[in-house]
Structures are given as C-alpha cells and as structure tokens.
C-alpha cells in the first residue's frame, strides 16, 4: 500500500502562485509514475499534471506554460508549481502514485489517492 500526503493549497489571488507538495510512504518500490489531479466544483477529476519515473512529463492544455510538476526521488515527493494562477483553477488537487506491474506484454496498474488540498483562486 501507498499512503499520499499532500499540503501547499489555500488562497491566493488570480496571479499568485502555490506550490503542492505530496510525500509519499509506505510500499512505494514499484511506482511507476506521479501525477496530479483536480476536481473543480461539481465536476470531474481531471489530470492535471504527470511524471513518469523516466522522467517524461505532460500537462493537461490548459495547465502548460504556468505549472511545473518536479520530483525529488531521496524524499520520495512530487510537486506542483503553480504560477499565474487563474479562477478556473480553483479545485480540490489530489496526488495520485501509479504502481504498473507488466506480465507477457500486459500492463497492469493501481492507483493510489492522497486525501486531497483544497486551491482556492478568487479576488
């Protein structure tokens, strides 16, 4: 099992910046990959952010230019600059730790949720 904590949301105004943290513990040998999500307000979560233990990233069009996801493999944490933030960004961030496990070509993956922080963008 992975247990994911994240911290770094609260309140800024459209402009500022945050940076999200997620720690993660427990069984983690086998992550494949980290990532964010979020989920606005009576919407769906959506990915916002990933990176692979190759190091490869990707953003979700509306995140590119203004947030960074980085990673520090000694603390076992990732996290999410977010810079030039706007109204529409406002939503609970959840970490999420992908453990893939490949048998005769087969890929097969469990995904692992931190508890969630609330980012709150508003004059």
Not at 66 to 90: C, G, H, W
Request: a positive charge; proline letters at 3%.
């Amino acid at each position: 099992q992975v247990q994911l904590v994240e911290s770094g949301g609260g309140l800024v105004q459209p402009g500022g910046s945050l940076r999200l943290s997620c720690a993660a513990s427990g069984s983690i040998f086998s992550i494949y990959a980290m990532s964010w999500y979020r989920q606005p307000p009576g919407k769906q979560r959506e990915l916002v952010a990933v990176i692979t233990n190759g190091g490869s990233t990707n953003y979700v069009d509306s995140v590119k230019g203004r947030f960074i996801i980085s990673r520090d493999n000694a603390k076992n944490t990732v996290y999410l600059q977010m810079n030039s933030l706007k109204p529409e960004d406002t939503a609970v961030y959840y970490c999420n730790a992908r453990k893939r496990t490949v048998k005769v070509a087969v890929v097969y993956d469990t995904d692992y949720w931190g508890q969630g922080t609330q980012v709150a963008v508003s004059t």
